[in-house]
């Protein structure tokens, strides 16, 4: 689960996606209304105001620490980055429904049956690992747990990233090179042979490298055109550069 949160983090691909993901969903808005059956049994929404306008306020901050967006978009990270979901339903101290808290899929661990499922309620479904300590255990009815593409031989989601994992390695690899190559890489963009028979000196390559360079550097003009030559003929700012030298 930590190397697939990693690769999220540093794939700069995986974080457009998810960036495109996380701004539609401030374009959601929270529809509540009566189930279809009811209004075909001739249930109307406006006998049901009261109740409506009490579930609306309740998702304004599902868990009581974050508005409905920012708590879907925690979400939608948790299912595309290890489609592990799961959602707390911590109760009033008179038995209702007093918040849904998004906690870490990584830090659960499904407690299989002699079937190898995960068992119902009563009997706990789910062990959690807080800092990779044993910790609470919990039942279907306490937690809810999601995942986007479930597996009958498998308890655990396989996520997107999951699926493309190959791809975001190399492709981060190929980046580090990248940056390597113009970091801590030494390999220059040419190389150029003085002719043998000028039987020119160190001193003197170094000078005509400088000339040409000088020349070049920073003039995309020079750079994109052709300079010609002669064979055995040093390059004319090179002979400038020696006569005021001497």
Not at 34 to 61: H, M, R
Not at 83 to 111: A, C, H, T, W
């Amino acid at each position: 689960f930590q190397e697939l949160r990693n690769l999220a983090k540093l794939s700069n691909a995986i974080g457009l996606c998810e960036r495109a993901w996380m701004d539609m969903v401030p374009r959601m808005k929270l529809k509540i209304a009566l189930k279809p059956e009811y209004v075909a049994g001739g249930a109307d929404d406006k006998d049901y105001q009261p109740e409506i306008s009490y579930f609306k306020t309740w998702f304004e901050s599902p868990d009581k620490m974050h508005d409905l967006h920012t708590w879907i978009r925690i979400a939608l990270r948790e299912q595309t980055q290890i489609d592990e979901l799961y959602i707390y339903k911590r109760k009033k101290r008179g038995g209702g429904l007093y918040s849904m808290e998004i906690i870490s899929g990584d830090q659960f661990k499904p407690l299989l049956d002699d079937w190898g499922k995960i068992p119902q309620s009563p009997k706990m479904a789910y062990k959690q690992y807080p800092w990779g300590m044993p910790g609470a255990e919990f039942t279907t009815d306490e937690m809810i747990h999601y995942q986007e593409s479930p597996a009958a031989d498998n308890p655990y989601g396989q996520s997107r990233i999951e699926r493309i994992i190959i791809l975001v390695n190399q492709a981060i690899r190929k980046q580090r090179k990248d940056l390597s190559h113009f970091t801590e890489g030494n390999i220059p963009m040419g190389m150029m042979l003085v002719p043998e028979a000028g039987n020119w000196t160190p001193d003197q390559i170094d000078a005509f490298e400088q000339s040409w360079n000088s020349l070049l550097a920073g003039n995309p003009t020079q750079q994109v055109r052709m300079r010609f030559t002669q064979p055995g003929m040093k390059y004319q700012a090179f002979e400038e550069y020696k006569l005021d030298s001497s």
